[in-house]
């Protein structure tokens, strides 16, 4: 069964670090879909990738202005750079930081809804501000997938409440709880009712 899906957009914050560990080492190294991350990250964040390389089987790469996305990397904003989508390649912009963060979540994730539109899955990790619930918002107005940590499970709840508050999400997981389910959505293994499930969001 081929999968719906087309990219992966995660946000993380405070405590990202832990949580990007967590997930992409729970990752297989024949994960098909590129994932791209946006992680708030301060003057002194240089060894970032070198520490997400070691964590997963996966390669990890900072993106070129004009890059291709390519299926099975994971990509990470550059340091003070807005990360976007346009024309199934990136764009790095040193535009005006929005909520106070470049890399913006929300830039990130709304470049992605216009691109891709349903076949999108936005995943929201820890932080300690209100990044990336517009951004969520969007992908799941398009028809794509809204993914959030457990707020009992992330170092700083207040972007998954934030995430929560203003979305209907379709999953509120533990951090230990997503890659598995990244898993299944990438390579459609699992039914289309699992995959977009109706109603409220199911905490677990």
């Keep these: 069964m081929e999968a719906d899906f087309k990219i992966i957009v995660i946000g993380a914050s405070t405590g990202g ?20 991350i946006a992680q708030h990250r301060g003057a002194d964040s240089d060894s970032l990738i070198g520490f997400l390389r070691s964590s997963s089987l996966l390669p990890v790469k900072e993106p070129d202005d004009k890059e291709p996305i390519e299926a099975g990397n994971v990509y990470l904003a550059p340091r003070d750079y807005h990360l976007m989508i346009e024309n199934c390649s990136f764009a790095l912009s040193t535009d005006t930081p929005v909520a106070y963060a470049r890399p913006s979540i929300d830039v990130l994730f709304e470049s992605a809804a216009d691109e ?13 501000n209100r990044d990336g619930a517009r951004g969520l918002n969007k992908i799941k107005s398009a028809g794509g997938l809204a993914i959030v940590e457990h707020p009992d499970s992330a170092r ?3 972007m998954p409440d934030a995430a929560i508050g203003m979305t209907a999400v379709d999953w509120v997981l533990p951090l230990q709880e997503i ?26």
């Design 17 to 36: 670090l832990r949580a990007l560990q967590t997930l992409l080492s729970a990752l297989t190294s024949e994960f098909p879909l590129p994932i791209v």
């Design 179 to 204: 890659a598995p389910l990244l898993e299944k959505l990438a390579t459609g293994n699992s039914s289309q009712a699992e995959a977009r499930p109706s109603g409220r969001a199911q905490f677990v």
């Design 156 to 158: 700083n709840r207040e």
């Design 116 to 128: 891709f539109e349903d076949r999108v899955i936005g995943v929201i990790l820890t932080g300690a």
